[in-house]
């Protein structure tokens, strides 16, 4: 079983950054991808991004394009969302999940089988 914790979030002006982490334990050898979610107050969990575990590939959510960047360190089985240019819409909760197994639709959360606790990041205007 695998177990995700995440941190790194906080409160940032609108035009700053923040860096999240996501560290695996457990069995994290059958990890084939992780991915990062978000869910603002009363709207649905959505898709940020995601990268493969093996390549590196990385995809996003239109949203995110060019600001936000996925990258992962394979020795700490950690994985990072560094996010610039933060905008008021980008406050969230943040999760990471992974996967198992790639496919095509890795944008849909109920794909993912193990999600860290969340993590909570606050853009001012």
């Known amino acids: 079983q695998v177990q995700l914790v995440e941190s790194g979030g906080g409160l940032v002006q609108a035009g700053g950054s923040l860096r999240l982490s996501c560290a695996a334990s457990?069995?994290?050898?059958?990890?084939?991808?992780m991915a990062w979610f978000r869910q603002a107050p009363g709207k649905d969990r959505e898709f940020v991004g995601a990268?493969?575990?093996?390549?590196?590939?990385?995809y996003y959510t239109d949203s995110v394009k060019g600001r936000f960047t996925i990258s992962r360190d394979n020795a700490k089985n950690t994985v990072y969302l560094q996010m610039n240019s933060l905008k008021p819409g980008d406050t969230a909760v943040y999760y990471c999940?992974?996967?198992?197994?790639?496919?095509?639709?890795?944008?849909?959360?109920?794909?993912?089988?193990?999600w860290g606790q969340g993590t909570k990041d606050t853009v001012s205007s």
């Open positions: 990268i493969k575990w093996g390549d590196g590939s990385t």
């Open positions: 457990g069995r994290t050898v059958g990890i084939s991808a």
């Open positions: 999940a992974a996967r198992t197994y790639w496919s095509g639709t890795y944008y849909l959360a109920a794909n993912y089988a193990t």
